[in-house]
């Protein structure tokens, strides 16, 4: 089956694909689409339902959509829905590089010692403006310490400074393969291509 997947995030598609393997995972990019919507909501899942109703309003065939980020227990579940936009200055300026952003991140964090983390990924699967499904996952892990500092060059975004005790490694440490039999988005994309079988 033909499924879109609403992101502009080459990463994410790679791991998305990389799951529903038995299936064609295209994004808005490949046919030439401009895909941006506004990311107003406050939850992930509304961000999801926002991007997936979007491209399916453009496409009309099945779509799924992720909205993902990092909660940080120290810092109240920051960065959340404004993962991919912590530290950019101003509305619509100035968007932060990554490794800015985990340095920004793991500045504000300073010298806790409660360092505890989750990756979160609602996903959502929008097969007519009427008929849905939804999932949340998390992957829980630390934020390294300052000593410790970001490792790692695989992955996207926060995965350097993302440190998962059980593997003794971040996240930016694993294979594509080990990251995606254990992350949060893969562990959701699961779930979907589960409900995608039922069809
Ligand atoms: P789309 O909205 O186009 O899908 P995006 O990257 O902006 O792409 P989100 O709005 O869902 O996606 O923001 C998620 C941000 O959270 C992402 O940019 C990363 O900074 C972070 N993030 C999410 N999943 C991650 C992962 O697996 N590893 C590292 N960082 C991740």
Known sequence: MTIW??????????EL???????S???????????????????FLENAFIKAHTLFELVR?????????????????????YSARYGAVGATGGKLT?????????????????????????????????RFFAVQETLEGEIVNEERGARGTGGFGYDPIFFLPEQG????????????SISH???AARAIGKMLETL
């Open 185 to 187: 988005r893969a562990k």
């Open 169 to 180: 490694r971040t996240m930016a440490e694993l294979s594509e393969q080990e990251k995606n």
């Open 61 to 81: 065939e099945p779509v799924i959509a992720d909205d993902s980020g990092l909660c940080v227990d120290v810092l109240g579940g920051k960065p959340g829905v």
């Open 17 to 23: 694909a990389a799951i529903l393997s038995g299936h």
């Open 5 to 14: 997947f609403a992101t502009g995030n080459e990463h994410k598609r790679r």
């Open 98 to 130: 990554s490794s800015e952003r985990n340095a920004l991140l793991l500045k504000e964090i300073g010298a806790a010692t409660g360092r505890t983390a989750r990756f979160v990924c609602a996903m959502a699967l929008v097969l007519s403006k009427e």
């Open 25 to 43: 995972v295209k994004i808005p990019s490949d046919a030439g689409i401009a895909f941006d919507p506004d990311e107003t909501g406050s939850a």
